[in-house]
């Protein structure tokens, strides 16, 4: 790819949401994943976009894919990522978050990628830091870089994202996933609904843009897209939902719910997940899976984000 | 089952709640539903009926109680699924909600698949087991309300118990709505209620034992409703027994929330006096109240306030009531002799007969989406036929339930089932 398509044309700082991003900034970093796909791709994966630059991975949250998504986008854009995971239950909330993120400054980062379990963190972090801050999850707030990712999966699947009806399905409620995919699907003209129990549908969320279902089988007739979530093991047992057989039989995506959905529809998953709770193994491993499709876009579109925020850093 | 042969009742006093409305006439049953109502059927009797000469005596439809404990499983020295549907098909009962507090507790798709094979196999009434809101009756999880409801439970319930922990009610309120669940609560705080044994006041302190006061419904229900206005969903209290409740009720109904609730025969016809002596076979939950709830609960009948009255059926032994008052267990049985005492209320003049008969069939019916309760072309042919005005003495022999635990022993009644028709099986007969 050119250096010329990253500069000016991400007018944005941080990466703290979808929320704030136009459908113009969204398209730029999809076009710049495209890029980032062919180095991906290559023996020798690797570019200088980054070189010289320090890139902080600060995890309060354990993550296995997104942080190595995160480190391997960093590298391969020549960076040096360091990877901090900082165990939730020592951390004693906003004082000592506000702490760290100043001693982490002090060590002059030029990126720092946070995921945190509560929603607006890294907001709060990103106030106190002078270098770009992406968000790799806030608690049930935003994941954006999961809605970029899942789009670049769309787009290249289907040539458009405009006009699609995207079903998203199973627990809303604690979502992050969801709310960042509502935001950006509707920002670029797709037909989002939500599909789930009212247990894990949030108050409101018919106002954010969304069709609401509490069946299964009539919120995927006519999709597109199915994008399924997952079900935490403690929500499953008559907290939220009675029973994971019960919560299988209504609202796990199986060959026959698949059915309802349009002919070729795709079936989509942020991971990982619960085989026999929220999806069936043959569909998840069968032809109209984009699963495994969706973490090679993980680090592609990782490589964008970077590359874009980098283009504002100092001497970018 | 087999299909019962046709069956023709003849020159009957047809009396309908659901359409309010009496006649005197015929009416043939074939293939377990009302086939044809009217006069001159005898001209139309098919091949091998059965003919009952009703001798103009009331034909009305089988009643539908909401609520009996039963036993089985885990209690069958106290009644079984069988014993308890005698006790019904002798009352005129023949639709029969059983409470979900057994051992184990139906509060999985199994028990109920059980129970329902259990009650055709053996029982001569229509049982429909009513399965838990909660794992274990423990009010902390919800049950598979989606599976035990595809399994054939009427509703669902924690039975005796009351759930005081509200997010747990909220989300099982929210999740039933999804599934199209009715939800039935026993409104009762377990902790005003604590060492209480009888209705607090004047009597209980004579007495020396522990009250129970009206605010242990009355919260219950209030906190009930509200969520129910913040949920949706249908819901309803199990039975009220004091006349704060009814405004509550009132409000909510006023508001047009999706909500009924049902009374106690024993609320209905009985008061705390009658416990007079410790007599423990008037402990009961809620506990029998003043005077003034019990008439109150009457005028809220007459209203259409409270939709429901149910026998509360509840069976023990000697075990669990001969035991001083304070230390006995709830309950009274109820489903043979829930008829004649609420006829009581008929014959008193404190109530009209198709009121009665309504909120002891066509209501409950309705509330559990089923078809009986009616006199009608095409509906199930549960019937009964009675003399409303008849006298006798109840005699605890006569009782089919495996417990004895009646507040009516010896008591003068009037109103005799003669015929009790399921299916158009007569499973009941006194002749």
Same mark, same amino acid.
Do not use: W
């Given at each position: 790819m050119?250096?010329?398509v ?6 944005h700082?941080?990466l703290?949401g979808?929320?704030?991003l ?8 999809l076009?710049?994943a495209?890029d980032?796909i062919?180095?991906?791709?290559q023996v020798?994966?690797?570019?200088s976009t ?5 890139q902080?991975?600060?995890?309060f949250?354990?993550?296995t894919r997104?942080q190595a998504s ?7 854009l ?9 165990a939730s ?11 760290t993120?100043m001693?982490?400054?002090a ?6 990628v ?13 106030r106190?830091?002078?270098c770009s801050?992406?968000n790799?999850g ?9 809605a970029?990712?899942?789009a670049? +999966?769309?787009?290249?699947?289907k040539?458009r ?5 995207v079903a ?13 995919n509502?935001?950006l699907l509707n920002?670029?003209g ?9 247990t ?8 954010m ?7 299964m ?5 006519g999709?597109?897209?199915v994008m399924?979530?997952?079900?935490q093991? @403690?929500r499953m ?8 057989k ?6 796990g995506?199986?060959a026959?719910?698949?059915a309802?959905a349009?002919p070729?529809a795709?079936?989509?998953h942020?991971g990982?997940m ?6 069936a193994s043959?569909?998840?491993?069968g032809?109209?899976?984009l699963?495994?499709e969706?973490?090679?876009?993980g ?7 970077l590359?874009?925020?980098?283009s504002?850093?100092?001497?970018g | ?7 023709l009742?003849?020159?009957a006093?047809?009396v309908d709640p659901?359409?309010?409305t009496e ?7 074939v293939?377990g539903v009302i086939?044809?109502i009217g006069?001159g ?6 091949a091998?009926a059965?003919?009952v ?13 909401m609520r ?20 019904a098909?002798?009352g005129?009962v ?8 057994t051992?184990p507790p139906i509060?999985d798709?199994?028990?109920?698949d059980?129970l329902?094979r259990?009650?055709r ?7 429909i087991?009513?399965?838990a809101?909660t ?5 902390r999880?919800?049950? @598979?309300?989606?599976?035990l ?8 319930t ?7 922990n509200? /997010? ?14 009715l ?10 209620v604590g ?5 607090e006041?004047e009597?209980?302190s004579?007495?020396?034992?522990h009250g129970?006061p009206?605010?242990a419904e009355?919260?219950m229900?209030?906190r ?7 949920t949706?969903?249908r819901?309803h209290a199990?039975?009220v027994?004091c006349a704060d409740?009814i405004?509550v009720i009132?409000?909510?109904k006023?508001e047009?929330?999706d909500v ?5 025969i ?8 009658d416990i ?6 008037l402990?009961?939950s ?9 008439i109150?609960?009457?005028?809220a009948?007459a209203e259409?306030l409270?939709d429901?009255?149910?026998?509360d059926?509840?069976?023990?032994d000697?075990e +669990?009531?001969r035991?001083?008052f304070? @230390? ?10 829930m008829?004649?005492a609420g006829?009581?209320?008929v014959?008193?003049g ?10 002891l069939s ?6 559990l989406g ?14 009964i ?7 006798f003495v109840?005699d605890v ?5 495996k ?5 009516? @022993?010896?008591a003068?009644? /009037? ?7 399921v ?6 007969d006194i002749?």
């Open positions: 050119t250096a010329s990253t500069s000016p044309l991400f007018p700082r941080h703290l979808i929320e704030g136009s459908a113009r900034d969204i398209t730029i970093l076009d710049m495209e980032a062919e180095v991906s791709r020798e994966k690797k570019k980054l070189r010289g630059r320090t902080i991975n600060l995890f949250e354990a993550s997104t995160f480190e391997l986008a960093g590298k391969r020549g960076a040096d990522v360091m990877n901090m995971s900082v239950s020592s951390i004693k909330k906003g004082e000592t978050l506000i702490d993120a001693t982490l400054n060590m002059r980062p030029d990126l720092i946070v995921r945190h379990h509560a929603a607006g963190a890294v907001h709060l972090l990103a106190k830091v002078d801050v992406i790799a806030d608690g049930a707030h935003e994941h954006p870089t999961q970029l990712l899942d670049l +999966t769309i787009r290249r699947n040539g994202i405009h006009g699609l009806v998203i399905c199973g627990d809303i409620l604690h979502s992050r996933v969801a709310r960042s509502i935001i920002a670029l797709a037909a989002v609904r939500v599909i789930g129990p009212s894990l549908l949030p108050p409101g969320i018919e106002r843009g969304v069709e609401v279902f509490t069946d089988k009539k919120g995927l007739t999709a597109d897209i399924m979530l997952r079900l093991r @403690e047992n008559g907290s939220f939902v009675p029973s994971v019960e919560y299988f039989r209504y609202f995506l199986d026959e719910k698949l309802y349009m070729g795709l079936v989509m942020p990982p619960n085989r026999g709770v929220e999806i043959d569909v998840a491993d032809a109209q899976s699963i495994r969706q973490v090679e876009m680090v592609a579109l990782r490589m964008a984000v590359e874009a925020l980098a504002h850093l100092p001497n | 089952m087999s299909i019962a042969p046709p069956l009742v003849l020159d006093r047809l659901a359409t309010g006649r005197m006439g015929d009416l043939l049953a293939d086939a044809a006069t059927l005898s001209g139309a009797c098919p091998g059965r003919i000469d009703a001798r103009g005596r009331m034909l009305a439809p089988g009643l539908v109680d009996a404990f039963v036993g089985e499983p885990g209690a069958e020295h106290r009644e079984t699924l069988a014993s308890a549907s005698r006790a098909a002798a005129g023949t639709t029969v909600v059983c409470m979900p507090d051992n509060d798709p199994a028990v109920v059980y329902v259990r009650a196999d053996t029982a001569v009434v229509r049982l087991p009513a399965a809101l794992k274990g009756l423990a009010g999880e919800m049950t @598979e309300l989606g599976l409801r595809e399994a054939g439970a009427a509703y669902f924690d039975g005796a118990k009351s759930i005081t509200a /997010q747990v009610l909220r989300r099982a309120f929210t999740y039933a709505r999804d599934v199209g669940a939800i039935v609560h026993h409104c009762e705080d377990p902790d005003l060492d209480g044994v009888m209705n006041g009597l209980a004579r007495l020396g034992l129970i009206r605010e009355t919260i229900l209030e009930d409703l509200r969520l129910v206005r913040l949706g969903g819901y199990a039975m027994s409740s405004a009132a409000r909510a006023s047009g929330l009924t609730c049902g009374v106690s024993n609320s209905l016809t009985l008061n705390e006096n007079g002596p410790y007599r423990t076979f402990k009961l809620p506990p029998l109240r003043h005077e003034d709830d019990r109150a609960m009457v005028e009948l259409g409270i429901v009255v149910v026998s059926h509840n069976p023990q000697v +669990t009531k035991v001083p304070a @230390e006995c267990a709830d309950g009274a049985i109820g489903l043979q002799t008829l004649a006829l009581r209320l014959h008193n404190e109530i009209g007969l198709m009121t009665l008969l309504r909120a066509t209501r409950p019916a309705d509330i089923l078809p009986q309760g009616r006199l009608a072309v095409g509906a199930p042919a549960d019937l036929l009675l003399d409303p005005d008849e006298p109840l022999a006569d009782l089919h339930s417990s004895k635990n009646t507040p009516l @022993e010896g003068r009644l /009037q109103g005799r089932v003669h015929m009790t028709i299916e158009g099986r007569v499973v009941h002749a």
